[in-house]
Nanobody, 115 residues
Framework: QVQLVESGGGLVQPGGSLRLSCAAS????????MGWYRQPPGKQRELVAS???????RYAEFLEGRFTISRDVAKNTVYLQMNSLKPEATAAYYC?????????WGQGTQVTVSS
């Protein structure tokens, strides 16, 4: 079992930045992939970015290079740096930890991009 706690969401103006954090209750190296997903209002959850235990990163095409996923193994924490935010980025953002036999989700953190 892995508990994931997201933080860092909030209200930001268009063009602004936020950094989301996902703190895991055990070593993130025990999971094959850590990822960030988002679910805009009335839409399905979608992948934003992921990072494997071997530090291979994957990003959704719509990000256009504006987001960066990183990790701090010592802190068991995964980050999502979001720059040049657009209103369409408004969503609940969820942390995910996945291995061959397990799939865990955090409770989410809300990001609202609005002037």
């Amino acid at each position: 079992q892995v508990q994931l706690v997201e933080s860092g969401g909030g209200l930001v103006q268009p063009g602004g930045s936020l950094r989301l954090s996902c703190a895991a209750s055990r070593s993130i190296l025990s999971m094959e992939t850590m990822g960030w997903y988002r679910q805009p209002p009335g839409k399905q959850r979608e992948l934003v970015a992921s990072i494997t235990a071997g530090v291979s990163r994957r990003y959704a095409e719509f990000l256009e290079g504006r987001f960066t996923i990183s990790r701090d193994v010592a802190k068991n924490t995964v980050y999502l740096q979001m720059n040049s935010l657009k209103p369409e980025a408004t969503a609940a953002y969820y942390c995910n930890a996945r291995s061959r036999a397990s799939n865990f989700w955090g409770q989410g953190t809300q990001v609202t991009v609005s002037s």
